[in-house]
């Protein structure tokens, strides 16, 4: 099981950090992923790290702004969001794959969402 947690209502400008805990299930050798859903959008792709935390890749929406980072120790994932904006709001999700990857059915296991709103 995948939890999110860390969002809330942020300022244009703010700064959030994510967290994702694994409990019944390590994550050291999955490849994990952030994914977001805005209100009557589709899921996208925000950001994704390697099983090894030795590879990692940005949406272009976030790019510059967001970093995604791993702690094996904790079995936990996290997402550094930075200089919000409006367009940002969102359900953040947490997600594990085996294969490497920007698409959903790559991931196999999902948390429940975490939600970040950006007041303009």
């Known amino acids: 099981q995948l939890v999110e947690s860390g969002g809330g209502l942020v300022q244009t400008g703010g700064s959030l950090r994510l967290s994702c805990i694994a409990s019944?299930?390590?994550?050291?050798?999955?490849?994990m992923g952030w994914f977001r859903q805005a209100p009557g959008k589709e899921r996208e792709f925000v950001a994704n790290?390697?099983?090894?935390?030795?590879?990692?890749y940005y949406g272009d929406l976030v790019k510059g702004r967001f970093t995604i980072s791993r702690d094996k120790a904790k079995n936990a994932l996290y997402l550094q969001m930075n200089n919000l904006k409006p367009d940002d709001t969102a359900v953040y999700y947490c997600a594990a794959a085996s294969t490497l990857g920007t698409l959903e059915h790559l991931y196999s296991y999902w948390g429940q969402g975490t939600q970040v709103t950006v007041s303009s």
């Open positions: 019944g299930r390590t994550l050291h050798s999955y490849n």
């Open positions: 790290i390697a099983w090894n935390g030795r590879s990692t």
